[in-house]
């Protein structure tokens, strides 16, 4: 059974929506609210994640996407940062506004698979529906306290640490090294700082 899996690649699909559309902060830079073509390929890319062939979204569609993007970081900062009871309602929510529920589907390029939403629903409410039952799923397990927000100023990216012993605390090597330069950089301030107050 690929239910697992499935889920697992629509969680790996909300992650990116999330953290495209969600953090005003993000490897050390602000970011501008993702509109036009930048929405689009963001919007494709998170689905690239979720599904081998991604469907044509309108102008309509991405932009739906995007403002669920948004509003899944909000429910993933608030589950990493602890307010458990916060995330649950905002995505209980979700999940009665998109009208999830189990279906299964044909594709014309696989076999069937399970959604949760019906095949009336735009493509872009099918994949946000999964995305928000792929979070449920997530946030009601053990793994819920894997949910990270990178530990690096200025960066509020969301990762899963699937670190052995759960010691990651940034969302990419980029961060990593920024947080190591600054760190270096407060130490020699520090000891020069000493160095100037004995002589």
Request: hydrophobic share 40%; charged share 20%.
């Amino acid at each position: 059974m690929d239910v697992t899996l499935h889920l697992q690649s629509a969680l790996e699909g909300a992650l990116s929506l999330a953290n495209s559309f969600g953090p005003e902060l993000a490897f050390g830079r602000s970011l501008k609210p993702q509109t036009g073509e930048t929405a689009r390929t963001m919007t494709a890319e998170a689905l690239l994640l979720a599904i081998t062939t991604p469907p044509e979204l309108t102008g309509a569609e991405v932009e739906f996407m995007g403002l669920m993007g948004a509003r899944l970081w909000t429910v993933l900062a608030d589950a990493a940062s602890g307010n458990a009871g916060s995330a649950a309602a905002a995505v209980n929510q979700m999940l009665l506004e998109q009208d999830v529920r189990p279906y299964l589907m044909e594709h014309a390029h696989g076999p069937w698979h399970l959604h949760f939403s019906t095949p009336d629903a735009s493509p872009a409410e099918q994949w946000t529906g999964d995305f928000a039952v792929a979070i449920a799923m997530l946030l009601g397990s053990a793994d819920a306290e894997n949910l990270k927000l990178c530990g690096a100023i200025r960066c509020d990216r969301l990762f899963i640490d699937v670190t052995r012993n759960h010691s990651r605390r940034f969302c990419s090597t980029s961060c990593q090294t920024r947080a190591k330069v600054a760190a270096h950089r407060q130490r020699k301030q520090t000891q020069d700082g000493h160095s100037q107050i004995q002589a």
